[in-house]
């Protein structure tokens, strides 16, 4: 649909975004040495390893114990680093490069990785219990990068980015308008493509749970739906003007009548 290319937005309270770096990092390195992501595509014996497996979370399956390697529940933290191919570890990436810096602006590093894991965790979920019985391993980064992206839209909707339309037009717009086209994408493929191999409601469960985690996580301070063009806060309304009335200092001499 379309692929953020860079925001006018710097940073204000860190220097540099470190937690955002390490998790692209983080992304690429399993996708290279763990999945042997040069080939482009991901083991079968991986995915069904690392992935997020709604039947055998829920109990209605069991996975053999050849691809047991981390208990269920952990899944539901490994599998934002397994990827399917190229295309999706690319895209991902460039989503969370150009909006995840400032959302850990917001928020500060350390609190910044814990919203990403948990609006990855419930997306993770979200999956699960709209698919209970689905054997088919979810995996991507896609649910926390919807979280990044709905705290990106509460906090700086109106800060400009450059945007690649249909991966081939660029434009500059509002965040709020290619965000916005891009959730209501999400809803309606959730509604009309509502199959378990696909991981819409991934997509909402961690947009939502981002949406809602930077209200109480953000920092002191950091207001929410800023209006102006530029992303920065509106100015304060300007203090009242003194009333009308003598100047200071002693009055002047009148002359004698």
Known sequence: MFLPLNDENPLEEVRHAYVTWALIAA??????L???GWTGAIETSTAFSYGTIPAVLSHMAVLPEDFIHLPAEATLASYMFFHGGWGH???NMAFLWVFGDNVEDALGHARYLAFYFLTGIAGAIVYTLGHPASEVPLIGASAAVSGVVGAYAMLHPNVRIWVLVLMRIPLRLPAIWPIGAWILYQVW???TQNQADTAWL??????VAGGL??????????PLWVTT??????APPPSAAPPEGPPSGPPSAQSPR
């Open 27 to 32: 992304n690429v390195a399993v996708f290279l």
């Open 34 to 36: 763990v999945q042997q």
């Open 89 to 91: 570890l690319i895209v």
């Open 189 to 191: 493929s959730a509604v």
């Open 202 to 207: 991934a997509h909402l469960g961690g947009l």
């Open 213 to 222: 985690l930077v209200i109480p996580m953000r920092r002191r301070g950091v």
């Open 229 to 234: 063009r530029d992303g920065t806060p509106p």
